[in-house]
């Protein structure tokens, strides 16, 4: 394609997008291969404007609190996998769970994400331990008045639908790729049409859904268009993509060569794919040096605020920034300002909530709803 016929196209995209049109499996590889310096910029400069458009120029924040790194899986890429002897292990006290809820709600965030390994302590002995986690979104809930995230991995629907009763707002679960073959490879051992089934699950128990891809892992362009239409189909309300942090002591630790700028270009089509959705800048990749960009791609939501001094690990980067107070809303607010962008009021961020919820209610109800 000449460049005059590339632009051209770009444009038409853009367009679509604009007009929350859905963009075709072609329109998605054509965005993710733009190689050109000033297309790129074209590109970034639209996920801009598309953010703005629906959002104006309010970020929110999310609190995350990973409350036991104990797993009963083996996901190759991850560095709390059970066989993994060199990882830190810990699980935290609900009192403590909700004392660093508390101190993250203080400090500015918006929402808290309470996530956990597969924990057999939760998850394998029945009743007893699911009830220690409703009674923690409860208790997290009241103690704090903020929406509440679980990301606890593949749970039975009946705990999702007490999850909802218990004040959750979000299910967050991430396929990493909607390639069967990738994914087996990824997820070792694990079922992939049970994973995508808790999401719609989630939708049905009133829970908004995140859903999420890991780029970096083996993943080509046309994979990544084909996340992007499966994301769309089940009606994700918030998408991510996160870059592959090799992990010591896993499988995968020198299989791939790190390509950091893939991430952030993703992010971009992701906001043109899904311009009036949640796509968040994790510090979880590459702490606080790397938001900027992210935000700059079009990206509205920064993850992965950690408290400092409480022990507490993140996923992809275990200790990056979180006893140097750099996950932190102050951290975070002097980039913002920066970039023009603002720190929305925890209302702002209730109401757009709300306004979704109504949406997944009509879904489910079979009306339709428009972009
Ligand atoms: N255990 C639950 C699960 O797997 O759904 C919840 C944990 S959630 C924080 C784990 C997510 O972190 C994964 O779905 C993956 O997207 C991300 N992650 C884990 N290890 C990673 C790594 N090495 N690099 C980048 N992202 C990673
Ligand atoms: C993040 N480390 O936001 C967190 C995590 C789980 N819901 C989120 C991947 O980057
Ligand atoms: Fe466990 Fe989640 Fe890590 Fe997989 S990604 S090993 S399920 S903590």
């Excluded at 189909?233 to 592959?244: K, L, N, P, T, W």
Aim: proline share 4%; charged share 30%; aromatic share 8%.
């Amino acid at each position: 394609m000449t460049n005059n016929n590339a632009e051209t196209a770009l444009e038409k995209i853009i367009e679509k997008s604009d007009k929350c049109s859905p963009l075709t499996k072609e329109d998605l590889v054509f965005l993710l291969s733009i190689d050109d310096v000033s297309l790129k910029k074209r590109l970034f400069e639209a996920a801009r404007d598309a953010r703005s458009q629906h959002f104006d120029n309010k970020i929110f924040l999310y609190g995350f609190l990973y409350l036991s790194t104990y797993c009963r899986n083996r996901c190759r890429f991850c560095y709390f996998r059970n066989p993994n002897m060199a990882s830190r292990r810990y699980r935290k006290d609900n009192d403590e769970v909700v004392e660093a809820a508390k101190r993250l709600a203080a400090s500015g965030v918006h929402l808290i994400d309470l996530t956990m390994g597969e924990d057999p302590y939760f998850l394998d002995r029945g009743e007893k331990g699911f009830k220690k986690l409703t009674g923690l979104i409860s208790e997290v809930k009241s103690e704090t008045s903020l929406p509440v995230m679980i990301s606890p991995g593949v749970v039975p629907d009946i705990l999702l639908g007490d999850f909802s009763k218990a004040g959750a707002d979000w299910y967050a679960c991430y396929q990493e790729t909607h390639n069967r073959k990738l994914f087996s490879k990824l997820r070792l051992d694990q079922n992939y049409d049970e994973r995508i089934g808790k999401k719609y699950s989630a939708h049905n128990s009133g829970l908004l859904i995140e859903e999420g891809i890991l780029t970096g892992v083996g993943d080509h362009i046309e994979d990544i268009a084909d996340s992007i239409i499966a994301m769309r189909e089940m009606d994700a309300d918030q998408i991510r993509v996160m870059s592959f942090v090799p992990q010591e002591g896993t499988p995968l630790f020198d299989k791939f060569p790190a390509d950091p700028q893939k991430e952030i270009q993703i992010i971009a089509v992701l906001r043109m794919a899904f311009p009036d959705r949640l796509i968040p800048a994790s510090l979880d990749i590459d702490g606080l040096d790397g938001l900027k960009p992210r935000l700059d791609a079009g990206a509205n939501v920064v993850t992965s605020l950690v408290p400092p001094g409480q022990g507490l690990a993140g996923v992809a980067q275990s200790e990056l920034d979180i006893e140097e107070d750099r996950r932190s809303v102050e951290s975070v607010k002097r980039i913002l300002s920066d970039e023009s962008l603002r720190v929305a009021t925890v209302d702002e961020y209730k109401s757009w909530i709300k306004i979704r919820c109504s949406h997944v209610d009509k879904k489910t109800l079979k009306e339709s709803v428009a972009c």
